[in-house]
């Protein structure tokens, strides 16, 4: 009976094992990985992007809820003296809760009045910036309060005002603690036989008429803020006396 031989199992060479590219499950889980990474850098430089620019549009446009309110504002700059025109003016749109005391929201109201202050272009206008009733008492701090016009002495002391200055106005008249002091009515009587006397202390200018807008330096006025009182003395001093003031 011929032998039968029994074959042995036949080997793969070990180089065709090392050339085999079929992916195993390791592979397939690395490969699964880097695909989600990349996926999800992407997603999130995407979403970066989105919330950037929503960002933006919100910094623009502002808070939707917000309430605005109409107030006047300058157009350009105002100087003290001037009067308000039309085109000096604008109204526009603002938060409310940035508002300051006084604001004024309907042009008319000012057009047509003197500004008290210094206004900057853009600036909200308020009721103290310009003449009104309401500016002696916000002045001075007490609601009977008048401005009084008055010339003084020296024109050149009126162009180192300000509006806002605190001075005391003076005058002169007889010097009463001298015994020898000539009547006011004597002819000889000289600026020595007078003495100083202070008619208002305390009181604030409201506004300074600029040399330009009047024909000459002695023709300045400078408008004061005082109590009632004190207000009607100085008015009635500068009818027959020379005034002056002196700064704080």
Do not use: C
Not at 154 to 159: I, N
Not at 175 to 188: F, G, L
Not at 208 to 223: F, H, P, Y
């Amino acid at each position: 009976m011929p032998s039968v031989r029994s074959r042995s199992p036949r080997r793969s060479h070990p180089l065709r094992a090392q050339l085999d590219l079929t992916p195993n499950t390791f592979d397939r889980v690395v490969e699964l990985t880097r695909g989600t990474r990349f996926r999800s850098a992407t997603v999130r430089k995407i979403a970066a992007v989105v919330l950037a620019t929503l960002g933006v549009v919100l910094f623009f446009r502002g808070d939707p809820a917000t309430d605005t309110v109409a107030v006047v504002v300058s157009s350009r700059d105002l100087t003290p003296g001037q009067v308000i025109a039309d085109s000096d003016v604008e109204v526009r749109e603002i938060d409310s809760k940035q508002l300051p005391e006084g604001v004024v929201s309907d042009a008319d109201l000012v057009v047509g009045r003197t500004v008290a202050g210094p206004i900057r272009s853009g600036e909200t206008v308020t009721d103290v910036r310009v003449l009104s009733p309401r500016l002696a008492g916000l002045s001075v701090g007490t609601d009977d309060a008048r401005i009084v016009p008055v010339r003084l002495a020296d024109a050149a002391v009126a162009d180192m005002l300000r509006s806002g200055d605190v001075v005391d106005v003076l005058t002169v008249g007889p010097d009463t603690s001298r015994p020898d002091t000539p009547h006011p009515d004597t002819p000889n009587e000289s600026v020595a036989d007078k003495a100083p006397q202070i008619l208002a202390a305390g009181a604030v200018v409201a506004l300074v008429t600029t040399s330009e807008s009047t024909r000459n330096q002695q023709e300045q006025v400078i408008l004061l803020a005082l109590p009632t009182p004190a207000a009607n003395v100085v008015a009635a001093a500068s009818l027959s006396n020379a005034i002056t003031v002196t700064f704080r």
